[in-house]
Structures are given as C-alpha cells and as structure tokens.
C-alpha cells in the first residue's frame, strides 16, 4: 500500500493564482481532512469529509474548497492564493468507526509571493 | 474552537533523562491521540487513548489520559537521540473535527 499520498510536494504561487493539492488515499479510509501547519501553531483543520459526497469545513476554511466524488481522492482548491496561505499542508485519511487514528501524507511545502 | 494547550514549547535535554510532555484543554474529548513529526514529514500516530484515567504503555513512553477526558500527558523513560522529534497531541471533539496542540519540539542531546 501506498498509504497517503500528496502532489505536488512543493509549490510557488503568485498573489491571486489558483492551484488544487491533490490527496489519495489506498486503505479504503472514509474520513479523508486537510490540515495547514504554521510555525507555533500546530496543524489546524480546514476541511475534512466523512465519505464520498460529503464534505465539512474545519477551524480554517476560508479561501480554499473541496470536494470528495471518490473514497480514494480528496484535492483542495485554492480558489485566488494570498500570501497568508503560505504554509504546509498536509492531507490525511482514517476509517470513520472508533478511534478513527489518521494516516498523514507527506505533505506540501506552499508558498505565496 | 476547543483548545489544546502543549507545554513544554521547547525541551532539549540530555541522553538518558526522563521528560515529561503536557497536553492541557477546558474542553472534553471523546479521545485524544499523540502524534510525533520529524522534519520534513507527516506526523505519525504514536498512540490513542479513549477512556478517562486511561494509561497505555509504548516502550519506554507512557501515556495517560485525564480521569475528565481533558488532559493527557507523555512521559519518556531514559530518552534517546531517536525520541528527537516534534510531539502533538490532538482530541477529537465535536462534530467529528479534530484539534491539534501546538506541539512540543524535543531535542535528546547524545
């Protein structure tokens, strides 16, 4: 297994692009989310979907979207890059029964100029 | 927005002592996690812990779970370079959201 992967791993956007970060996950996994970490600020949530055709928005949603048509795929949107979206990212998927323990991707290392 | 607050922010210390790790919140969770990130990397689920006054034992770590379900600590044994890492505790609360600690850096000097 693959487990959870990511794409691209880095990124440079201007002020106002817009770009998607891909997410796949092979462990059949239901809960799919998408988390950005900051310096001294951990990993905050900012969408995250509990099976195909459902999402949900988390602490930070603004300026990005999502969407979820298979249990495998979970790509986020940003709709117009602002440099405040300069962060990593990080996709990561769990079964939405019990402890629901998450799998994290690599990651993808964001940055807006 | 259900906080949780980490502390240390940073612990450096020698090869061979104890440390202990706090993860601290006003809110309940139904369960909390512990999570350890080295650079460069995703974050790799050490342990879950779902039952208030819960104790689970990981090879020289320990983890406890609050008896209100809203505190957890961690606490290494004899600490080796390869505990070095960043250390995040995350509770699920409601609404199936998950909230993140802002981590404890931890540097084991050999």
């Known amino acids: 297994n693959a487990g959870v992967t990511q794409t691209p791993k880095f990124q440079v956007l201007k002020t106002g692009q817009s770009m998607t970060l891909q997410c796949a996950q092979d462990?059949?996994?239901?809960?799919m989310s998408w988390y950005r970490q900051d310096p001294g600020m951990g990993l905050r949530l900012i969408h995250y979907?509990?099976?195909?055709?459902?999402?949900d928005q988390g602490e930070v949603p603004n300026g990005y979207n999502v969407s979820r048509s298979t249990t495998e795929d979970f790509p986020l949107r940003l709709l117009s890059a602002a440099p405040s979206q300069t962060s990593v990212y990080f996709c990561?998927?769990?079964?939405?029964?019990?402890?629901?323990?998450?799998?994290f991707g690599p990651g993808t290392r964001l940055t807006v100029t | 927005t259900q906080l949780l607050e980490q502390s240390p922010q940073f612990l450096s210390i020698q090869e061979g002592e104890n440390l202990t790790v706090y993860c601290n919140s006003s809110?309940?969770?139904?369960?909390l996690q512990w999570y350890r990130q080295e650079p460069g990397e995703g974050p790799v689920l050490l342990v879950t812990?779902?039952?208030?006054?819960e104790v689970k034992k990981l090879k020289r770590l320990t983890f406890q779970f609050g008896d209100a379900r809203k505190d957890s600590s961690l606490h290494i044994t004899a600490a080796q370079p390869g505990d070095t890492g960043l250390y995040l505790c995350?509770?699920?609360?409601?609404?199936?959201?998950?909230?993140f600690g802002t981590g404890t850096s931890l540097t084991v000097i050999p």
């Open positions: 990561a998927s769990s079964y939405s029964r019990g402890p629901f323990e998450q799998y």
């Open positions: 462990m059949n996994h239901e809960y």
């Open positions: 979907s509990v099976g195909a055709g459902i999402t």
């Open positions: 809110s309940v969770f139904s369960s």
């Open positions: 812990v779902v039952t208030g006054g």
């Open positions: 995350a509770g699920m609360g409601t609404g199936n959201q998950f909230y």
